[in-house]
């Protein structure tokens, strides 16, 4: 579902001044040490306190410290990777097959501009709809900093089949089939199973508005032959950078 610009979520986004730096700070190692260590000292801090400070006995203030540390350094410790990532964003987008530092501060500008395209889903169990990804004119961008140009998309599909596992457990999610990438990227966008297809059937329409020459579906058509963009991914981009154009697959009736 597309989401307004005047959603909560991203208006505090917008707050943070870096919309890329705040997706990249807002998950990781870091905020969840952050996380862990404040619920340790909201739950068992107050009781560490007053032992240290109260307690008559050298052995209940050491107790009360130990009671303590677990909480404080759990939360200095993520403070520290937290605070590592945000200042490494631009260089963990740029290693990722991003655009460069100069060109980042473009994605931000529109990323920040009111014609973004928003599009989530609805949680379970939470009536907060989540976001899932940014359309804006030049460029798509996730809630996990995958930032790629729209005229660099070749191909977007989706299956319930992509991902399936040895276990019979189907994975269900989107492939986007990039000029910068070494093969296609899965994602799920961390939707409830049964809000995917929804989902992804949307972003796949919203990217092939901005650019209809993006082929749609799970298999294409390069150099005479169909392929598959999630499993035959690093074979179709080797022909596309050999000049073959890729195409949508429509199968005969």
């Known amino acids: 579902m597309q989401l307004s610009t005047d959603t909560e979520v991203y208006q505090n986004l917008l707050k943070k001044g870096s919309i890329l730096k705040a997706l990249r700070s807002n998950k990781g190692l870091g905020f969840g040490l952050m996380a862990g260590g404040a619920v340790w000292l909201a739950f068992l801090g107050e009781f560490g306190i ?3 400070v109260a ?7 050491i107790f009360g410290l130990v009671i303590l540390l677990p909480g404080v350094i759990t939360l200095l410790g993520g403070f520290y990777l937290k605070k590592k990532r945000d200042t490494s964003y631009m260089g963990y987008i740029r290693e990722n097959g991003g655009p460069d530092e100069a060109e980042l501060e473009q994605v931000e500008r529109e990323l920040a501009s009111p014609n973004v395209k928003i599009i989530g889903f ?9 976001m899932a990804c940014f359309i804006t004119e030049n460029y798509f961008v996730t809630t996990d900093c995958y930032v790629r140009r729209l005229s660099d998309i070749i191909a977007a599909g989706y299956s319930q089949r992509m991902g399936q596992r040895e276990d019979g457990v189907i994975i269900w999610g989107m492939v986007i089939l990039s000029a910068r ?3 296609g990227m899965f994602m799920t966008f961390g939707a409830p199973t049964e809000a995917k297809k929804t989902l992804c059937t949307e972003i796949i329409a919203a990217l092939h508005e901005k650019n209809p020459r993006i082929a749609r579906g799970e298999y294409v058509v390069c150099d005479g032959k169909i392929y598959d963009i999630l499993h035959e991914s690093k074979e179709l981009l080797k022909l596309y950078h050999e000049g073959n154009l890729v195409s949508e697959y429509i199968p005969k009736e």
Not at 122 to 130: C, D, E, H, T
């Open 50 to 52: 007053y032992m240290v």
């Open 55 to 61: 307690a008559k006995e050298a052995s209940m203030r």
């Open 122 to 130: 609805q949680r379970n169990g939470s009536s907060v709809p989540a």
């Open 181 to 183: 990438d070494d093969e």
